[in-house]
């Protein structure tokens, strides 16, 4: 099972897979799966083999799909 994570975090951190995975409820492939498909918020690249997700993008997609 995939443990949530309660938000908020702070606005301005960058959040990698796991975490994201934590906080939205869903598995690290169904990420990249809505990736993918253009659902889900793009990561930055932050070095050749690293990206993070700005947490503000992934709040404001939580708040979207009408989460808490």
Known sequence: P?????WPV???SLLRI????????????????ALGKGRFPRPISISDRAVRWRSGDIESWIAAKGGN
């Open 2 to 6: 995939v443990e949530v994570v309660r």
């Open 10 to 12: 702070a606005t301005t």
């Open 18 to 33: 796991g975490e994201v995975a934590k906080i939205v409820g869903l598995s690290r492939s169904s990420i990249y799966s």
